[in-house]
């Protein structure tokens, strides 16, 4: 499927997915929308970037035909189509591209609107957007993108620096590149109640 689409969800929902992920932009018109990249133009007939476009014009973009003719005229879906058509039946995993305390605001309402907030985890970067999240809605699930240590650090440096920064902010998920992990640090984590997603993240 076309990344980022609602045909694209359904097929994942249809294969048993439990969770989906998406990064969420903010339109000039203050609308939610679901695309990967600031830019238009590499999944879509678009041009510029999100956040100077009203959603008329978003609504107006194919993003289907890249991927295949049977997918043209595809829609950018907008983040409240998602929540309508899947509601509380699967989780979120919400990568945040705003810049704003309205941005944060605005998402939060949509959530509370839907009622959906137990089933996401929000996630960005840079970090300061997280903890502002969580300083807004101390109840929200929260994860941060980790990446490999500078060649000056040490891994127990390392380690120490993302327990408690996490800690202070009150993270529940660390993202974390397989090269930084293992079986001890791990185990630390979880300790402080924070999951673990191993990924490439570099």
């Not at 000039?28 to 970037?49: S, W």
């Not at 039946?89 to 949509?110: N, P, R, W």
């Not at 902010?169 to 402080?192: D, M, Q, T, Y």
Request: aromatic share 12%.
């Amino acid at each position: 499927f076309p990344e980022n689409t609602i045909e694209a969800f359904k097929g994942a929902v249809e294969r048993s997915a439990d969770r989906i992920e998406f990064d969420v932009h903010m339109t000039r018109d203050k609308q939610f929308v679901i695309h990967h990249d600031y830019y238009l133009g590499k999944t879509d007939n678009g041009e510029g970037l999100i956040y100077e476009k009203n959603l008329e014009y978003i609504q107006t973009l194919d993003v289907g035909s890249w991927y295949g003719s049977k997918f043209a005229h595809t829609k950018m879906p907008t983040l409240e189509k998602v929540f309508d058509t899947f509601r509380n039946t699967i989780d979120y995993e919400i990568e945040i591209k705003g810049f704003t305390v309205e941005f944060l605001q605005s998402l939060l309402d949509l959530v509370d609107k839907y009622n959906v907030l137990n089933n996401i985890e929000f996630t960005t970067n840079p970090n300061y957007l997280i903890y502002t999240l969580k300083k807004i809605k101390p109840e929200a699930k929260t994860g941060v993108f980790l990446t490999n240590y500078p060649v000056w650090m040490t891994p127990d440096l390392g380690e120490k620096m993302i327990l408690e920064n996490l800690t202070l902010g009150n993270v529940n998920v660390a993202h974390c590149p397989i090269s930084i992990l293992n079986e001890e640090f791990i185990v630390k984590l979880r300790s402080r109640g924070i999951s673990v997603h191993a990924a490439d993240c570099d």
